[in-house]
C-alpha cells in the first residue's frame, strides 16, 4: 500500500533533524549519522518528560489532526549551500512588532483549544488566538509597523507575583541569515510554523540551546539561564532577552507533530568555521532572533514566567506575512548584505535606498 505523504515516518525526515529540533548536543557537522540512531538523541526522543506537546486535534489547516501540514508545492531539488559570499558583516532587516493581547491560547500546539495552554503574550497580528489559520491570520490587522506583516509571534506572559508584565512599544525581531552565504537565504513560505525552544527544558538544556544567545540579562549582569534576583533600581534598566530560531527548513512541510522537525539550526561546514544547512534540511531561510525587553528590574525574587522558571521561555512564529513585501525585504537587507531597520535601510549605506516607504509600505 502506497503510504500517504503526510505519514511521513520519524526516519524519512532523519537522525540529523530530531537532534537539530530538539536542540541537544552541540552544533553538529554537515554529514548525516551513519549508523542508525546515536544514543544521545535516542535518548532525547524517549526523554517523554521533554518533548513538545503532540498537535492531536483537527484544525484549519490540519484536517485530519495528524499535526503534518504539507507544503503545497513542496520545494525540492535543494542543495545547501557551501559557497563563500562577498564579506558582509550584516545581513537582516527588523520587524518592529508592539503587543496585541494576552491569552491562554496557543494556535500551534493547541489548535482550535482555548484556554488550555499557559499564558501567552501575541505580538503582531491582533485577531492571534487557539483557532487561528494561515486564511485567517494573512491580510490582518497588525501591530507590526510594516502593515504586510500580519504574523503572529508569541511567548510566555512575565509576571512579577501576580501582576502581569508587558514589553512597551515595538519589540525588536530580526530576520536575519543564519548562514554564511546569506545570498541564499528564500523567503519563508506562507503558512510556516514552528515553536523555538520548550516550556519543559531544563536549565542546562536552555543553556546548551543552539539559539540561546545572551540568556537573560539585566544592567551588567549576561548570560543567566534564570531570571535575576537582582536587577539594578534605574529607570534606564528593563529585563531584557534574545533567543535565535532554526533557520533551515526540509521543504515539505509548514508544521510536524512537534513543531520543531521541519526546521533545524545550521551545522559547520566540515573543515571550516562556516554554516550551511544540513542535507535533512536544505533550504535556508530567514532566521528569526527576538529580542525582547520587559519593564521590570529591582527586586526580581517573584518574577516568573507563565511556563515557569526563566529557563521555561520558548516562543512561537507562524508566518502570513504577504509575498512580495516579505521576497523585497529579503532580497534588499538579506541577500544583499545590509544592516536595515524596519523600512529596509541601512543608515551606513544610505547609497543603497530603501525597500518602504514612509509608511511600511511597498512604493
Not at 515516518?9 to 529540533?21: D, E, F, K, N, Q
Not at 552541540?26 to 498537535?55: C, E, F, I, L
Not at 483549544?113 to 499557559?118: E, N, R, T, V
Not at 571550516?272 to 525574587?301: Q, R, Y
Request: with cysteine; aromatic share 10%; hydrophobic share 35%.
Amino acid at each position: 500500500m502506497r503510504s500517504s505523504p503526510k505519514r511521513l515516518s520519524v526516519l524519512l525526515v532523519s537522525t540529523a533533524l530530531i537532534a537539530g529540533a530538539l536542540g541537544f548536543g552541540t552544533m553538529a557537522q554537515a554529514t548525516d549519522p551513519a549508523d542508525g540512531v546515536p544514543a544521545a538523541v535516542a535518548a532525547a526522543v524517549n526523554h517523554t518528560g521533554h518533548r513538545m506537546a503532540a498537535s492531536t486535534q483537527a484544525s484549519g489547516d490540519d484536517a485530519d489532526g495528524d499535526g503534518y501540514i504539507p507544503a503545497v508545492p513542496p520545494v525540492t531539488g535543494v542543495t545547501p549551500s557551501t559557497e563563500v559570499p562577498p564579506p558582509a558583516y550584516h545581513h537582516e532587516f527588523q520587524a518592529g512588532c508592539s503587543v496585541t493581547h494576552t491569552a491562554p491560547d496557543d494556535p500551534i500546539v493547541y489548535p482550535g483549544q482555548f484556554g488550555k495552554s499557559h499564558d501567552h503574550t501575541f505580538m503582531g497580528n491582533t485577531s492571534t488566538n487557539a483557532a487561528s489559520t494561515t486564511a485567517s491570520l494573512y491580510g490582518g490587522a497588525t501591530t507590526c509597523k510594516a502593515p504586510a506583516d500580519a504574523s503572529a509571534y508569541w511567548m510566555p506572559s512575565l509576571y512579577n507575583g501576580d501582576q502581569k508584565v508587558l514589553p512597551v512599544g515595538p519589540q525588536v525581531i530580526y530576520y536575519k541569515a543564519g548562514v554564511t552565504d546569506y545570498r541564499s537565504v528564500r523567503p519563508f513560505p506562507k503558512g510556516l510554523r514552528f515553536v523555538v525552544g520548550n516550556p519543559m527544558q531544563t536549565e542546562q538544556e536552555f543553556r546548551a540551546h543552539k539559539g540561546f544567545v545572551e540568556g537573560w540579562e539585566c544592567g551588567d549582569s549576561f548570560f543567566n539561564t534564570d531570571i535575576p534576583a537582582n536587577c539594578p533600581s534605574r529607570p534606564d534598566v528593563q529585563l531584557n532577552l534574545r533567543m535565535q530560531a532554526p533557520s533551515c527548513w526540509n521543504g515539505l512541510y509548514l508544521d510536524t507533530p512537534d513543531h520543531k522537525s521541519h526546521m533545524a539550526y545550521p551545522v559547520v561546514k566540515p573543515g571550516t568555521n562556516d554554516n550551511m544547512c544540513p542535507a535533512s534540511h536544505p533550504v535556508a531561510l530567514p532566521m528569526i532572533e527576538f529580542k525582547m525587553a520587559w519593564p521590570v528590574n529591582g527586586d526580581m525574587s517573584r518574577v516568573r514566567l507563565a511556563s515557569g522558571r526563566g529557563y521555561s521561555f520558548h516562543y512561537d512564529f507562524f508566518n502570513a506575512w504577504e509575498e512580495r513585501t516579505l521576497k523585497a525585504l529579503v532580497d534588499h537587507c538579506i541577500n544583499g548584505g545590509l544592516q536595515c531597520d524596519t523600512r529596509g535601510f541601512d543608515l551606513y549605506r544610505p547609497e543603497r535606498g530603501t525597500v518602504l516607504d514612509a509608511d511600511h509600505r511597498l512604493p
